[in-house]
């Protein structure tokens, strides 16, 4: 069985400065693992994904994070954050082969302040 | 390109009913999942269908049940309904070739009373 922990349910951070936001997994197989932010009424869009290769991954809007094989994480960072970062963000996790459903955390809330 | 859609956005309803939620895949994908996310928890897989076929099912009771039409779209059905159904049921849909990611429409709030 696979699982998902977001031990912060929520981090206020002040605007520009830098933010990590933890996920850790828990797995017998292979993973692809997975960052979803969530705007208020809104569905979820996928912020950035490991599938294979490279442990570091970026997205288009400056977060990156890096996957920890051997310590089962996969912590989402930024260097700088903005008002517009203000959201929820969820880790998920599917099995590299085998399984079609995606496991969610119960998700962090980023609340950049002015 | 239409993206994920789903119908209706919010609907009320009291115990014991019925209810019938819809979506359309993005354009291209041929795989249709649905997620239950309650108040304050992350996303919860309720089933995927692929080819009009149940393909994989989460922890959900046989209340739950869907379908997939020939031209990709799905539906969810939940009957009996419980208090404990209310919550926001997003669809997802993906390319079957391509496990990578997952599409998400803005959900149909469900609110049981």
């Known amino acids: 069985a696979q699982s998902v922990t977001q031990l912060d349910s929520q981090v206020p951070v002040f605007e520009e400065a830098p933010v990590e936001l933890r996920c850790n997994y828990s797995?017998?197989?292979?993973?692809?693992l997975f960052w979803y932010v969530q705007y208020p009424n809104q569905g979820l869009q996928l912020l950035l994904k490991?599938?294979?290769?490279?442990?570091l991954v970026e997205s288009i809007n400056g977060f990156e994070a890096e996957f920890n094989k051997s310590q089962t994480s996969f912590h989402l960072r930024k260097p700088s954050v903005h008002i517009s970062d203000t959201a929820e963000y969820f880790c998920?996790?599917?099995?590299?082969?085998?399984?079609?459903?995606?496991?969610f955390g119960t998700g962090t809330r980023l609340k950049v302040l002015a | 390109d239409a993206g994920v859609t789903q119908s209706p956005t919010h609907l009320i309803k009291t115990r014991g009913q019925q209810v019938t939620l819809r979506c359309s895949p993005k354009?291209?994908?041929?795989?249709v999942s649905w997620y239950q996310q309650a108040l304050g928890q992350g996303p919860q897989f309720i089933f995927q269908?692929?080819?009009?076929?149940?393909?994989q099912r989460g922890n959900f009771p046989d209340r739950f049940s869907g379908h997939q039409f020939p031209n990709y779209s799905s539906e969810l059905n939940v009957n009996a309904l419980l208090l404990g159904d209310s919550a926001l049921y997003l669809c997802?849909?993906?390319?079957?070739?391509?496990?990578?990611?997952?599409?998400f429409g803005e959900g149909s709030r469900l609110t049981v009373l």
């Open positions: 997802a849909s993906s390319p079957d070739s391509y496990t990578g990611e997952l599409f």
């Open positions: 797995s017998s197989v292979s993973v692809y």
């Open positions: 490991y599938l294979s290769g490279s442990t």
């Open positions: 998920a996790v599917s099995g590299a082969s085998g399984t079609y459903k995606y496991i």
């Open positions: 354009s291209g994908h041929d795989t």
């Open positions: 269908y692929y080819e009009e076929e149940e393909r």
